[in-house]
């Protein structure tokens, strides 16, 4: 039996990893990195970073590559279908360090928000004593480097992906919504002379880029940076937040 620790590293920046992260990684015996293809090499690189940064003795390093999603039969089967192969990955990886008494996963952002790595976990065969430290989050890190508060004084706010934003419109009664996991700028699909856009990508990052205003005014200029920054570094991250405009 062995102790599985997915370890939120935030957004990319090794400043913050929280003091926990930092002792889980050191007391690590095993830390898994998934490798994304060519192109998102930069994503192990920031891993490993934060490894050596954090660590004076190196942990054993194992590597597992991400497999292709499919979506033959739909998105939510695609991604059910995804998540049992990824843990297929974890395992096999795994047991061939049965040496290893505490695994580790750094996980970008938080384990606990748009992450499904304690989803794929509970599909492991033997099941690991599972430990989660929180990490930093992207909707945190935007918030804070557009200087905003996300909701308004005792105002609830929406958190929702691209797809659901696309597929069914604004989400009902929300005056504010974050938007993750969208890769399509689906604010395209809004009325957006109604909305103002607070965007971001590579948040917390030297690599920071911001966008502000109305949404009908900004929109070209995110849909360019986007493009221009995915082709400069081969992949990217993005969040954003949307809010109605007073009318």
Known sequence: ??????????????????????????????ILIPRKGENKADLAGIREQIIAQVTETQPTIAYFD???????????????DWHDAIALRWQRTIEAHPEARK????IWGDPSLYDSSLRIAARLDLQPVKRVIPGITALQALTAAHGIPINDIGAPYVV??????????????????AVMLD??????????????????AY??????????????KVAE?????????RADHGWIMDIYILKKRAK
């Open 103 to 106: 695994v580790a996963l750094l």
């Open 221 to 229: 200029d995110i849909l360019a940076t986007r493009a221009q920054a």
């Open 66 to 80: 991400i497999p292709k999603r499919r979506g033959d039969d739909g998105y939510l089967q695609g991604v059910d």
């Open 183 to 200: 890769g399509e700028c689906s604010f395209q699909s809004l009325e957006m002379a109604d909305y103002d856009i607070w965007w971001g």
């Open 1 to 30: 039996m062995y102790e599985l620790n997915l370890i939120g590293i935030g957004t990319g920046n090794p400043d913050h990893v929280t003091f926990q992260g930092a002792e889980a990684i050191r007391a690590a015996d095993l």
């Open 160 to 177: 929702t992906t691209g797809r659901r934003l696309r597929d069914e419109g604004w989400p009902k009664e929300a005056q504010t919504t």
């Open 203 to 216: 948040v917390g990052m030297k690599e920071e880029i911001l966008v502000h205003g109305p949404l009908d």
